[in-house]
Structures are given as C-alpha cells and as structure tokens.
C-alpha cells in the first residue's frame, strides 16, 4: 500500500519518487488537467459566473491513472507548483477525482516546496496543509475575466474591424503601450544642440577633457546652444580664456548590489546580457528548476521561477555569506545580511528570489553537465544572487572647475571635468549590472591627473560638436516587462505569454530586438481605444489586479468583484451594437491618419489620390482586412495595401510584407508576403482591373518559401533563385531523363518524369547536386515498378507504394490494387484494367474549382443509395435515377445528420487549450 503524490511534469515525478522512496507513487499531471472549452457559454455570467470544465484525452488518462493508484492507496498529496496556477491545477485533480468517486476514503493533502531538492522535498511533506481556497477563487476570477473579456470582445472586433484576431484583458494593454510609444517616435521632432569640449592639460603635461559648463556667468542649459553660429561664439570665448584650476570636489560614493533575481528582472537581464527572449528565458529556467543529475541523483539547481518576491530564505543567506567569505575574504562580506524589499506596484512576495538552491555549485562545477544556454543563464541567476549579499563597491568621484582668474565672478567662462576612481570593487568583484545610466558608467571609467587649486593649465585644442534629441526607444522584450510590472499590469506567470501572443497574431514584430507595432495591431489598439478606452487603460487593469489580489487575500469575494466588472463591461459591448463602419472608419483615420499619410517634404497634400488627382485618399475596411482608397469610389478605384511613404517618396511595406528589392532583368519589385498557407515571395503585382472580361487574368510569379527559410532574414539572390523554380538539375546518368528540383505543396522535392522524391530538412532546393538526387531518386524508385505503355496513348504505365497500398496509375489517373495483390505480381494487362475500370483522376489542390463542383453531388446521392443496402450503389443506378426526388429525399434527410455530426466536434477544441497558462 502506497500513498500517492502528484506533480506537475513527469521530470519532477522521477526526481521526487527517488527522494520519497517506495512508500510512494508520484505521476504527473502534465499541467492542467482541465480547462474552460473554447467556445460561447462555458462562463455564465447569468448562472452566478457557474463554470463549464472539460478535460482533454490526456488530461483524462491522467487522472484515470491517479485514480487507480489510489486504490491502493489512503493518502493523496497534491505536490504541484508553488503558486496560483499550481492551486488550480490541484483543485482540478481533486475535483475530478471525487466525480469519479475516487477519493471515499482518501485523506487529501497539499504540499509545496520552493526547490526540488531532497531536503526541501520531505520537509514539505512533514508540513502538509488544504487547499487554499482563497488563491483558487482568485484563480477562478482571473479565469473568467479573460474568458469573458476575450470571448466578447474578440467577436466585436471581428466585426467591426476586419482582419483582427483577439483581444485580452492584458494582451490588449501590453499592446496599447507598444503602439502609443511607436505614436510618440512617429510624433517626435529632433532639436538641433551643440556642446563645447576643450582639450586641457596640467603642468606635468598630463592630458584630459574638460566641457563648457558656464559661459559668461550663465549656467549653460541643454538648448542654450541651439545652432553653429552661437557653438562658434562660444567656442571663440573658450579659446581666448586663460584657464586654470578654480576648484576640486572629491567625495566617496557607494554602490550598493541589486536584489536577487524575480522572473521580470530575470527576464530583463536575461535579454540584456545573454541575448534571450523571455519564452526561452522561462523554459530554460524550467529546465534548470527541475533539475539535473549530479552525483547519481536529479537536484534542482534554482529554486521556483515564477516569483515577485526577492527576499530569501535565511538558512540560504547564511551559506551564501559564508561562501562569500571563504572565496573573496571578510573584506567582501557586510557586516549584517542584506535585506530586500520589492518596488514593483502589486507585488505579493508570495515566495523568494530565483537563486540557486546550493551556493556551493559554483557554474564551474557544473558546466559540463549543462548545455549552453542552461550554463549561461544558472550562471547569471547564481552570479546575481551571491553578489546581492556582498560589501557595496566604493568609487573616489573627482569634479574640478576651470576658470580664467582674471575674468570678473559674474562674467566667468567655467569648464569642468568629472572622472572617478576604483576605490574598493566590492560585488563589481563577481558581478557588473547592465545599468540605463551608462554616462555614469563613462564618468567612472575615466581617471582625471593630478591637480591642485591654482594650478595653470595649458589648452591643446577646443571642439564644438553637434547633436540632435533622440526619440524614445521602442521596448525590447525586456524593457516592457519592466514598464508593465512598473504598472501592475499581468503577473510573473503571464509576462512570457502575453509577448507571444503579440507575435503569434502578427500584432507587433521582432526587429533588432525591438518591438515593433504591425498596422494590424495599431488598428486594434485604435478600434479598443476608440470604444473600449477603459479596459485598455492601464490604471484601470492594475486596479483590477488589485482586486484580484484581495480575492487572494481573502478580503474580497470573487462573484462580487466579477458582478461589478460585467455589468459595465456588457454594457460598453452591447453600446457597439449599433455602432456603424462609418464611424469606425472615422475614429481610426482621426487616430492614424498622421501615420499612413504623413506630411511630404514638398508641402503636397498627403492624401491626394494619385490616380484621379481629386479624390481623397482615407482608410477602408474590406472583407479581408484594411487597405487605403479613393473616395470618389467607385468611379475611381485607386486603393494600395496598408503602408507608410518614407523620405524617399516609396511605399514601405507594412501589413504582412517586407521588400526586398528589384528583378535585375524586369525591375519588378520582390517582396515577402504572407498567404493563407504561409510566407512566399512574389515578383512584381498583378495588372489592373480590365473592363474585358474575356482578357486573361495574369498573376504574378510567387513561390513558396521553403522550411527553414526565415521571412524575416531572406535575401534577394536567393528569393530570386526561388521563383527560377523548377530548376533543371542534370540529367540521370542511366535514363538520360531530366531531373528537377522545385518546391511543390508538400514541400521541395526532386523530380524525373513522373516520380517524385521529398528533399529533407538539411537540403537545400537551389543548390542541392547531381549525387543527392540521384540517391534520392534511387530510394524512391526501389517502390515504383514501371509496367510499360499505355495501349491507348503510349504513356507509362507504373506501380507504385502509397500510404494507403500500392496503386496503379496512367498520367493522372490511379486506381488501388486488389487486397493481397503484392506491387511485384501485377502485369500491364491487369493495370490497364483496373484504371479503365476502378480508375480516378487525382484530386485538385484545395479550393480549386473541380473539387467544389463534384462534393455536392456526390453528397446528396450517397445517403439515398448507401444506407438500405450498406454497400456502395452501382454507378450505373446513380445515373438513371431521376434527377430532382433524389435531390429533396436527400434534404430531407440530411437535418438530422447535420445534429449528430454537430454534436462531435464539440470536445475537440479543447485538446488545444493552454496546458498551464492561459494567454490572456
């Protein structure tokens, strides 16, 4: 007999049974066993906010295997995560279990432990504890809000706005804050500034740079040098001073260490130094929490990931100042521990800092059982907690003023110089910041000479420079983790999913590592700011979490807080009810406008339609998303894709498109564009609508772009090689037949006659040789049997191995051969038979038109014919049946079909719910 205990993922299981011993079984929940199905209805705002729970395949074979080991069992201990997320996913498992009746009998517990080590691990489960139902109905209202904010809202914006996605209750707040900061660069205007430098040296000749910091008595402002004509003026009174030192102020300035590691500084850093998203920050974290076998056993080597707390555990603080002693000396070591408090707004410190688990596995001795990544970022994480209780780092800061001692007080010119020395390097020992104040970080780097008051200086050369205001920063990864913590927007477990969720639905894009806002996303935020600004802002999302967080607490009840949100809420959706296109339209160009019709350089008006030369150009909302036109439509047509003129007078593709430049032969433009089944590149664009509808319709030349091959990096050479496709690679040493290389729907391939052969994952369509499509080529024909001609037409005749069986096939036509009919046995005579007799052509690529002819059809006739007999109907008893009874029989029949076929698909969607986030 044997209690049971369940974790979240199956390393954590192995790890800890090994810790528990044989008086245990520990399974794994594989994260959420449960979710809210992704359809309307699963919250019931009118039902009190009553919840529908639906569990996936796995989620149920899960607990199924809980269930059974519980029969040998009297004691369950829910074992999972440390935190809001992990209450929820025990909750769960224990509501499922007792609909299954599992738990007569079971005494439930739930335990938690901040590391996965041995120690931790059975001091946990010494102190169990229940549930704590608190945390769950404050998981509960998270959940409904963004179900409910999502499901009702994302509808409306599919609506009214054409080409959206989905909105959040965070994801739609993260994304405001990217687009109002790209509004703000798009806004800003440089401001021209000069500043002043003077090359100086002492009495012994020693060098160094000093700036005008006063001229003629007057301290001297950012813009109080706004053009060359008054940095000359000042320049001139420089050069004809007579400096020397007027006065020397030297002061120590102390350091102290950051904190210990939260997951947003994690992730800050973690982009900063090591080059990491903040998806790849928490799944190597991850790694590194559960652990890796050292000595014969798995140890976790950080303690849990998903953290605003930065305190530490005292036992932990006092083996790292004892670390610190024994390898820097007590020199290093303040004489108390370090204290921490958090600043970020709605922090709960619910559970300690990231830091390693035993400060004695220094990166060194664990490198080797790491990879890369895993080793750079426990590095980082076991750097930064040991430094945050080392001695503070001491800086000698020197200023000296230059002055002309024969100038009057109130008409001196002043130069100052600043440089700073090293004093003591305290935890700048172990570990150096990455720091926004980097010109602090120059003044520290740069050691003045000698000098005393009074003494003379010599000059060796004045410099006026010129400078312009720069634009805020867009947000990296990092950065704006940071401003939403700052806000108290989201929480530690959201960060990493919110940014991908901007990405995956093409709202914002990675460029250099900054994030930068699609026209798509700018539209939503435009559309929500427009008619939703109050659950956009960002005040009133950090006020929610903090109701969220008293929920936690135990200071506010769940329905309540859920009653006062939803009736306003419904009540802002339903006011768009009536809402028309027109005055959508119009709020979005009254925001955007300045975006995709700035001012020209000449002074032309920007939204002058450039095909009629009267119209005005303005924003519109198609069946398949935005794009610009003409108002004198439809007497002009004018319309172009959502873009921005740059200084240039060109269009700079936007929405889902990126150039790359111009076909050296036709100069047609070649772009990277993204279609329903992917990126692919095209040459030039297709004519203009003509009044003849019998002119051919011509499209421009596109390929596909094949896997691996990123749109974001590909070059024109090689997007050029791609549209040269099919390219003839030789011809086959032994048949003397052509062979091709091309990119067809399942992928490149390798072509000779009518054989083909997938090319794999390493291959490269444009330069894969001679001996890899032979070889290809080889292992493909080893299934094809040719069987001869066709007495018809004289085409080949072959055999070949299919995913369904071997089949015969003649041009397009392929029929199956027999059961039990082997590929080696079949002779020409019977192929010819079977394709006159069982034979069909091919079927057309998705969404051709044969294929939508033909379905309905065949459709209404099978039902009538298959169903008395259970067999398939001659063809020849289709043929002569009468056209239009067959027809209304079948319509007849077909509502109730249409039920029970409905009445499936339901529970697949869940499969593809959030195993352990959900995005918000």
């Known amino acids: 007999m044997s209690d049971v205990v369940v974790v979240e993922s199956p390393a954590k299981a192995k790890t800890i049974n090994k810790y528990l011993g044989g008086g245990y079984t520990v399974l794994?929940?594989?994260?959420?066993?449960?979710?809210?199905?992704?359809?309307?209805?699963?919250?019931?705002?009118?039902d009190n906010f009553a919840m529908d729970w639906e569990s996936d395949e796995r989620g149920s074979r899960q607990v199924s295997?809980?269930?059974?080991?519980?029969?040998?069992?009297?004691?369950?201990?829910?074992?999972?995560?440390?935190?809001?997320?992990?209450?929820?996913?025990?909750?769960?498992?224990r509501a499922m279990l007792e609909d299954r009746k599992a738990l007569k009998g079971v005494t439930v517990h739930r335990v938690t432990f901040n590391e996965i080590t041995r120690s931790a691990v059975t001091t946990a489960m010494k102190k169990p504890r229940i549930l704590d139902q608190p945390l769950i109905e404050a998981y509960l209202a998270r959940r409904a809000l963004d179900y409910l904010v999502g499901f009702t809202l994302s509808p409306v914006l599919w609506r009214k706005l054409p080409g959206s996605r989905s909105a959040g209750r965070v994801q739609s707040v993260a994304l405001r804050l990217v687009c109002e900061r790209e509004a703000e660069i798009e806004a800003f205007r440089a401001r021209e500034y000069w500043s002043i430098e003077a090359m100086m040296a002492t009495p012994a000749g020693a060098p160094f740079n000093a700036r005008l910091t006063h001229l003629q008595g007057k301290k001297l402002e950012q813009f109080d040098l706004p053009n060359e004509a008054a940095a000359k003026a000042a320049e001139a009174a420089v050069e004809a001073g007579d400096f020397s030192v007027s006065a020397i102020e030297r002061k120590r300035v102390r350091r102290n260490p950051n904190p210990p590691f939260t997951t947003s500084t994690l992730q800050q850093e973690a982009s900063r130094k090591l080059g990491f998203g903040a998806q790849q920050t928490m799944r190597v974290a991850q790694q590194l929490y559960e652990g890796m076998e050292i000595g014969g056993e798995t140890v976790g080597l950080i303690t849990y990931m998903r953290t605003d707390g930065v305190q530490m555990a005292r036992e932990a603080v006092h083996a790292i100042r004892d670390h610190v002693k024994d390898a820097f000396g007590g020199n290093y070591l303040p004489a108390a521990p370090r204290e921490y408090s958090t600043k970020a707004k709605n922090a709960q410190e619910a559970h300690e800092a990231i830091r390693p688990t035993d400060v004695s596995r220094v990166p060194d001795s664990v490198m080797r059982l790491l990879s890369p990544d895993q080793a750079r970022l426990y590095e980082l994480i076991w750097k930064r907690a040991v430094a945050s209780q080392m001695s503070q780092a001491e800086f000698d800061q020197v200023s000296v003023d230059m002055a002309d001692p024969t100038t009057p007080a109130g008409q001196k010119t002043t130069l100052r110089a600043n440089g700073s020395l090293l004093a003591f390097d305290g935890f700048l020992k172990l570990y150096r910041e990455d720091r926004d104040d980097q010109a602090d970080d120059d003044d520290e780097a740069r050691v003045l000479p000698a000098m005393s008051e009074g003494d003379p200086l010599s000059r060796r050369g004045v410099k006026a420079s010129q400078h312009f205001t720069q634009p805020p920063p867009r947000f990296t990864e990092a950065s704006l983790v940071k401003r939403m913590e700052e806000l108290g927007i989201g929480r530690p477990s959201t960060y990493a999913s919110t940014l991908s969720v901007l990405r995956d639905r093409n709202y914002v894009r990675l460029d250099a590592k900054r994030l930068v806002p699609e026209d798509r996303g700018r539209l939503v935020t435009a559309f929500l700011t427009s008619f939703f600004k109050r659950y956009v802002d960002p005040g009133f999302t950090?006020?929610?979490?903090?109701?969220?967080?008293?929920?936690?607490?135990?200071?506010a009840d769940w329905r309540a807080v859920m009653r006062a949100f939803w009736h306003d809420f419904s009540e802002a959706v339903d006011g768009t009810k009536d809402l028309k296109i027109s005055d959508v339209i119009n709020a979005l160009d009254d925001d955007l406008g300045a975006h995709f019709f700035p001012p020209k350089a000449d002074g032309a008006d920007p939204r002058l339609c450039p095909a009629c030369q009267t119209g005005r150009l303005g924003l519109k909302l198609g069946r398949h998303g935005s794009f610009i036109g003409c108002s004198n439509y439809p007497a002009c047509q004018y319309t172009r894709r959502l873009a921005v003129t740059g200084e240039d007078g060109e269009e700079t593709l936007k929405e889902g498109m990126r150039a790359l430049g111009r076909h050296p032969d036709t100069g047609e433009e070649i772009t990277v564009r993204r279609g329903p089944y992917g990126l692919y590149v095209q040459q030039g664009e297709p004519p203009p609508p003509s009044d003849d509808k019998k002119a051919k319709k011509e499209k421009p030349k596109r390929m596909s772009l094949p896997r691996g091959v990123d749109g974001e990096t590909i070059e024109l050479t090689q997007a050029l090689g791609l549209l040269t496709l099919p390219r003839l690679i030789a011809r086959h040493p032994e048949s003397g037949e052509p062979m091709e290389a091309g990119i067809g729907r399942f992928g490149p391939y390798i072509r000779m006659g009518s054989v083909y052969a997938s090319l794999d994952k390493d291959d490269d369509v444009l330069s894969v040789g001679v001996n890899r499509a032979v070889d290809l080529l080889a292992k493909k024909l080893a299934g094809v049997r040719t069987l001869g001609t066709h007495p018809k037409d004289g085409d080949t005749v072959m055999v070949k191995k299919g995913r369904f069986g071997p089949y015969v096939q003649h041009g397009k036509t392929v029929a199956n051969l027999?059961?039990?009919?082997?590929?080696e046995d079949i002779t020409l005579d019977e192929g010819v038979t079977l394709l006159a007799e069982k034979g069909k052509e091919l079927k057309p690529r998705p969404g051709t038109k044969g294929k939508a002819k033909k379905a309905p059809a065949k459709k209404a006739a099978a039902p009538k014919e298959a169903k008395p007999a259970k067999e398939k109907a001659p063809?020849?008893?289709?043929?002569?049946?009468?056209?239009?009874?067959?027809?209304?029989?079948?319509?007849?029949?077909?509502?109730?079909?249409?039920?029970?076929?409905?009445?499936?698909?339901?529970?697949k969607p869940a499969a593809k719910t959030p195993r352990r986030e959900a995005a918000d």
């Open 28 to 46: 794994a929940s594989f994260g959420h066993v449960r979710d809210l199905p992704p359809k309307d209805g699963s919250v019931r705002p009118d």
């Open 818 to 823: 027999p059961r039990g009919v082997m590929l």
């Open 65 to 93: 295997a809980i269930a059974k080991a519980l029969k040998s069992g009297s004691t369950l201990y829910l074992a999972t995560d440390p935190d809001r997320e992990g209450e929820a996913i025990s909750w769960h498992v």
């Open 542 to 555: 950090a006020s929610l979490e903090e109701k969220l967080d008293e929920i936690s607490d135990g200071k």
């Open 875 to 907: 063809a020849k008893a289709k043929a002569e049946a009468p056209a239009k009874a067959p027809v209304k029989k079948a319509v007849a029949k077909k509502p109730p079909a249409k039920k029970k076929a409905a009445a499936k698909p339901v529970k």
